[in-house]
């Protein structure tokens, strides 16, 4: 028991980190107001979730111009996905334990 | 996608409710010590957490006397199993979703 809660990782503990992970994981490149829609989220409070997962290195951003607007879209890291695989293998251990 | 964050509920974002709540799903009462063993926490973390888990009506509490000494024992209430079970379903959806 000890084990699967440190395999957790603090960083998806919430539930919209989980939900831009489980996006991004998928999808190569998203942008911000795609990932918005899917997620059903407002603009602060995806772009808090979105800068938490950055600092720990596990989205990437990339900016560019669509004309004269501006695009920032979002990608999973090689470490982000290595890690949300953990944290998901961690969960899927829990839920086959109380089977 | 949209559905699945609406089926994550808030009070189990966080990893150590996700912790105490499989514990007592499994086991009938749990004392406050061994549960603290159990998860490897500090008295402040599992006290913070599980009040909060008692607030949302899905823990309750029993105190005794054994001996002269107080005891206090934890257990799932029918609306926490429930919330728990409902929970951990829609993580299984996100986790099936990336296969």
Do not use: C
């Not at 919209?16 to 989220?41: Q, T």
């Amino acid at each position: 028991m000890k084990n699967y809660i440190q395999f957790l990782n603090k960083a998806f503990d919430n539930r919209i980190r989980l939900g831009i992970m489980s996006v991004l994981v998928v999808n190569d490149w998203v942008d911000f107001k795609a990932l918005k829609e899917m997620l059903d989220l407002t603009d602060g409070n995806l772009a808090s979730h979105i800068t938490a997962l950055e600092k720990e290195g596990y989205v990437q951003v990339k900016k560019k111009f669509i004309g004269k607007k501006p695009n920032t879209s979002y990608g999973v890291t090689r470490d982000g996905k290595k890690a949300f695989e953990e944290h998901l293998n961690a969960l899927e251990n829990l839920i086959k334990k109380r089977n």
